[in-house]
Nanobody, 115 residues
Framework: QVQLVESGGGLVQSGGSLRLSCTAS????????MGWYRQAPGNQRELVAR???????NYVDSVKGRFTISRDNANSTVYLQMNNLASEDTAVYYC?????????WGKGTLVTVSS
C-alpha cells in the first residue's frame, strides 16, 4: 500500500520559514519524480516545486528564490524549505509522487501565513 505522509505545516508570521517533509512508503522512492503542490481556498491546485529522480528541480515563478525542494532517497523523504513566507503562500500543501502512470498523493498539510 502506497502512503505519502506530509508534516511540518503550521501557523507562521509573514517573513518566517517552515520546512515541509513528505515520507513515502510502498514505492521505489528513488525512481519517482516528487513534487509539492498547493491549493488555497477557492483556487485550483498548483505545482509549487518538483524534483526529478536525477535531482533536477523546477519551481513556480512566485516561489523562486524563496523555496527549495530537496530529496533524501535513503529515507524516502522529500522536503520543501520555505523562507520569507507571505500571506499568499497560505494553502494546503500536498506531496505528489509520479512515475509513468503511477501518480500518488498525500493528504496534505496546512500552511497558514499571518500578516
Amino acid at each position: 500500500q502506497v502512503q505519502l505522509v506530509e508534516s511540518g505545516g503550521g501557523l507562521v508570521q509573514s517573513g518566517g520559514s517552515l520546512r515541509l517533509s513528505c515520507t513515502a512508503s510502498g514505492i521505489t522512492f528513488y525512481i519517482y519524480k516528487m513534487g509539492w503542490y498547493r491549493q488555497a481556498p477557492g483556487n485550483q491546485r498548483e505545482l509549487v516545486a518538483r524534483i526529478t529522480s536525477g535531482g533536477s528541480t523546477n519551481y513556480v515563478d512566485s516561489v523562486k528564490g524563496r523555496f527549495t525542494i530537496s530529496r533524501d532517497n535513503a529515507n524516502s523523504t522529500v522536503y520543501l524549505q520555505m523562507n520569507n513566507l507571505a500571506s499568499e503562500d497560505t494553502a494546503v500543501y500536498y506531496c505528489n509522487a509520479k512515475w509513468y502512470n503511477d501518480d500518488y498523493w498525500g493528504k496534505g498539510t496546512l500552511v497558514t501565513v499571518s500578516s
